[in-house]
């Protein structure tokens, strides 16, 4: 995993989020993982301590201040006996709803939900991996990186050539573009 190219790695369902998102493309996934430069310039931006937002992953032991502190989904999920959003008698539910709309490295929340109860979640795990691949060097890139962070291949996923619009638009208000 330290590469970044999880093509040959068998899924972790740690890294399958209650909610949906694919851990291994989260900017503090990465961040932790394989580049602590852009962690502490996360953490600059954020004005959070380095250790807060380390993170290995939704059901790994360490988690983001972030998914540790703010995400209602994992929480709500424990408290129901669920694994994922999706298989919840009130999905889609207002809290989930709210938290897609708020960024677009959630555009594709409710399609994740839907192939993994489709197809399981280790095929959509395969499914995420290709899609934010880098197509030329395989490096697996965030929502936010906009050109590979191995190859500077540009988009750097099909993930980001899909959404650059949406993404263009939240980084710079936000300024999270690494
Ligand atoms: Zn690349």
Avoid at 21 to 44: H, S
Avoid at 82 to 102: D, H, M, N, S
Avoid at 118 to 126: D, I, R
């Amino acid at each position: 995993m330290n590469n970044g190219q999880m093509g040959h790695c068998s899924p972790d369902k740690r890294l399958a989020a209650v909610c949906g998102l694919f851990c291994p493309a989260c900017t503090l996934f990465i961040g932790t993982n394989e580049d602590p430069e852009r962690l502490k310039m996360l953490a600059m931006r954020l004005q959070l301590p380095v250790e807060e937002l380390k993170c290995y992953g939704c059901w790994s032991d360490k988690r983001s201040f972030y998914c540790r502190e703010k995400c209602k989904m994992t929480k709500c999920a424990a408290e129901k006996g669920i694994r994922f959003c999706g298989q919840c008698t009130e999905y889609p539910c207002v809290e989930l709803k709210a938290f897609q709309v708020q960024m677009p490295h959630r555009i594709e929340l409710w399609k994740s939900q839907e192939r993994i109860k489709e197809v399981g979640y280790e095929k959509w795990y395969a499914e995420m991996i290709e899609l934010y691949s880098c197509t030329e060097c395989h490096t697996i890139n965030s929502a936010y990186d906009m050109a590979c962070r191995k190859c500077g291949t540009t988009p750097s996923c099909n993930y980001v050539r899909l959404h650059k619009d949406d993404i263009n638009q939240q980084s710079s208000k936000l300024m999270l573009q690494v």
